[in-house]
């Protein structure tokens, strides 16, 4: 009998919906459609299309590296990221839905405003120095990160999109990374920096444990990293500027708190999808 597109697809979906991949059908079609360099839609057309031995023993193998934990984006090399398509490797997250919700804040505080300069700390793959950089045509974007090989990342993102030439990357720790890090000429700051307490991390997904632990561990109590930023963010900022952060679901309090010992006046809170509170934005 001949292994056919559709046949394979869900005979997949029902095996990853039995080990637990809540997404079971979509996984299984992102990764066909991988193996096949192809989108989802021509596996729908293309159902009937018999897959060759080479295509179902590459299958096989795409298929045991994500049952064994490995991040599909990972396995793909790319990840949706609000309309766009992202280069994603081992060096950086796996870009998340939560974080969309960061970008379209700080849009909505930056438009109306004529111009300024914009910086990212921890870029990774540099999805939201890019998404500023499209929506917001009349900013600066600088971004920094601790790990070159993030930067590659962010840097060959940057290119796929056509704006590598309206974003200047920096290598280093945080504001370090800054050829002048005590000029205070930043519109807004905006960071979705490590903040999972460090003994998490253990408990965590096993396709999570796989990301890089660099990117992902916030200290004893999640907020070193949250910690170091809103101190040293007001002597970056110009007097109205502001410092945009993603959190954990269960930070706000203590974000607010940091944030006002720091000479912040407002701190706003803002709710993910899940109606968790994720993004802080902090007002001079």
């Known amino acids: 009998?001949?292994?056919?597109?559709?046949?394979?697809?869900?005979?997949?979906?029902?095996?990853f919906a039995k080990r637990g991949l809540t997404a079971a059908r979509l996984e299984a079609e992102l990764l066909m459609a991988h193996l096949l360099a192809t989108d989802r839609l021509r596996l729908y057309t293309d159902g009937d299309r018999p897959l060759n031995s080479v295509e179902i023993s590459g299958y096989k193998d795409l298929i045991r590296q994500r049952l064994s934990g490995?991040?599909?984006?990972?396995?793909?090399?790319?990840?949706?990221?609000?309309?766009?398509?992202?280069r994603v490797t081992p060096a950086v997250l796996v870009p998340r839905p939560e974080t969309e919700l960061l970008v379209e804040k700080v849009v909505e505080?930056?438009?109306?405003?004529a111009s300024g300069r914009l910086l990212e700390i921890g870029t990774g793959s540099g999805i939201i120095a890019i998404a500023l950089a499209h929506y917001l045509p009349e900013y600066q974007i600088e971004a920094t990160d601790l790990s070159s090989a993030a930067l590659e990342v962010a840097a060959a993102n940057?290119?796929?999109?056509?704006l590598d030439g309206r974003i200047i990357f920096y290598e280093g720790d945080l504001f370090a990374a800054l050829p002048r890090p005590d000029q205070p000429v930043y519109a807004g700051i905006i960071s979705n920096p490590p903040y999972i307490p460090s003994a998490v991390l253990p408990t965590l997904e096993k396709e999570v444990k796989n990301e890089p632990s660099l990117a992902l561990d916030g200290?004893?109590?999640?907020?070193?990293v949250l910690r170091r930023i809103v101190t040293a963010a007001p002597a970056h900022l110009t007097p109205d500027g502001f410092l945009a952060l993603e959190h954990g679901h269960d930070q706000f309090p203590a974000v607010k708190e940091m944030a006002k010992q720091a000479g912040f006046g407002q701190v706003l809170s803002y709710s993910d999808y899940a109606g968790w509170p994720?993004?802080?934005v902090c007002k001079r």
């Open 1 to 15: 009998m001949n292994l056919t597109v559709g046949s394979v697809l869900r005979e997949t979906a029902l095996f």
């Open 70 to 86: 490995q991040p599909l984006a990972y396995i793909t090399g790319n990840k949706s990221f609000l309309s766009w398509e992202f």
């Open 109 to 113: 505080l930056c438009r109306g405003v």
């Open 158 to 162: 940057a290119e796929v999109h056509h």
């Open 219 to 224: 200290g004893t109590d999640g907020l070193d």
């Open 278 to 280: 994720r993004v802080a």
